[in-house]
């Protein structure tokens, strides 16, 4: 008897911080769930990740991509969100404006 794949699909939390956008939720969601279905067809033909006890170096090099994707797109946005309010405050400050 052949059970069918089941894909659970959980939402993934960025930071809590006003810079991690839903986009960049979106895209790490996207990436998660894509190392989760592989992880699952991995597991099953892989002789140490089988074991459930030990990750393989491939599958531990598989969640750090991801870890380190997830840390650069939380810089690169923080850099982009504070970029974006200093440009703010410059102009209310060209316009005489108190921020």
Same mark, same amino acid.
């Given at each position: 008897?052949?059970?069918?794949?089941?894909?659970?699909?959980?939402?993934?939390?960025?930071?809590?911080?006003?810079?991690?956008? =839903?986009? %960049?939720?979106?895209?790490?969601?996207?990436? $998660?769930?894509?190392?989760? &279905?592989?992880?699952?067809?991995?597991? @099953? #033909?892989?002789?140490?990740?089988?074991?459930?006890?030990? =990750?393989? %170096?491939?599958?531990?090099?598989?969640?750090? $991509?991801?870890?380190?994707? &997830?840390?650069?797109?939380?810089?690169? @946005? #923080?850099?982009?969100?504070?970029?974006?309010?200093?440009?703010?405050? %410059?102009?209310?400050?060209?316009?005489?404006?108190?921020?």
């Amino acid at each position: 008897m052949t059970v069918p794949a089941v894909v659970v699909v959980v939402p993934v939390e960025g930071p809590a911080v006003a810079y991690w956008t =839903l986009a %960049d939720r979106a895209e790490l969601d996207c990436l $998660v769930g894509e190392l989760t &279905r592989l992880a699952f067809e991995h597991r @099953s #033909r892989c002789s140490v990740c089988s074991q459930r006890e030990r =990750l393989c %170096d491939g599958m531990r090099a598989a969640i750090e $991509v991801v870890t380190d994707w &997830r840390n650069s797109r939380s810089r690169l @946005s #923080r850099a982009a969100y504070l970029r974006a309010e200093q440009a703010v405050r %410059d102009e209310l400050a060209l316009l005489g404006i108190a921020a």
